[in-house]
């Protein structure tokens, strides 16, 4: 997938990067903050399948790592570890790495997680199996790090289609969407004769709507990238580090 740099002003990039996860972490860091719960559930949702699979790799069973991730985000919040986290270090993701290690290297730390009672996020039983799966596969054999950072790419990568889903079904257009959706990531080798069959376009048709889609796609998976950095510079490096991130060996 080739992703090109934004051509976007400073000044529109600067004024759409605000809304930050930075922001959400200063957020989530002061618990008694309006919209602090709301914050913690986004890091929550956006790291959840990084965390577990580390934990998961590193040797925990199934229901430690379940306990040890739900307790996790738990200690961030109980240490105000969130507040703490230093825009200037650029990347979120290495902080969170960090401040994981060394909780799941203290040995009370399965302990505190039971303790908890989870609680900070529910898991639905599908995408726990879903993980499982994942991890059953060859990149679940990775190293701890490098199946922490592919998980996130895949993350990255299944929030972007998740709002380019959201954005089509606003429109009205969710079976376009349905139909397109195969194509962003290369997993349809179908001939773009059978997407416009499907579609009920011509060819010509279908290749315009296609490209319109990954644009867009392309486009969200900066968005969601910016939202992780703590300068809109960095984006393009992310995007270099998510397509070696999922690079099979």
């Known amino acids: 997938m080739t992703v090109r740099s934004s051509s976007s002003t400073p000044e529109l990039r600067q004024v759409a990067f605000q809304s930050t996860l930075w922001s959400q972490v200063r957020v989530a860091g002061e618990d008694e903050a309006p919209g602090a719960t709301q914050a913690l559930e986004a890091l929550c949702r956006l790291y959840w399948h990084p965390i577990y699979a580390f934990l998961r790799r590193c040797g925990h069973e199934r229901e430690d790592a ?3 991730t739900q307790g996790f985000f738990g200690y961030l919040l109980e240490e105000r570890l969130l507040s703490k986290a230093n825009p200037a270090k650029g990347r979120f993701r290495s902080f969170l790495l960090g401040a994981l290690k060394n909780f799941a290297s203290n040995q009370q ?17 599908a995408e726990l199996e879903e993980a499982e799966t994942q991890l059953r596969g060859p990149s679940g054999q990775a190293a701890p790090d490098r199946l922490f950072e592919r998980k996130w790419a895949l993350t990255v990568i299944a929030e972007a289609i998740n709002r380019l889903a959201a954005e089509y079904r606003r429109a009205g257009l969710g079976d376009q969407f349905d139909l397109l959706r195969p194509y962003l990531t290369g997993e349809a080798e179908r001939q773009v004769a059978e997407l416009a069959a499907a579609l009920g376009k011509s060819a010509g048709a279908a290749r315009i709507l296609l490209f319109r889609a990954r644009n867009r796609f ?30 099979v060996d």
């Open 66 to 68: 379940m306990d040890l």
């Open 109 to 125: 730390g399965h302990t505190r997680a039971r303790k908890r009672g989870g609680g900070v996020l529910h898991v639905p039983l």
């Open 218 to 247: 392309r486009r969200l998976i900066r968005a969601v990238l910016a939202e992780t950095v703590s300068e809109p510079e960095l984006v393009d490096d992310e995007l270099r580090h998510v397509a070696e991130a999922l690079r």
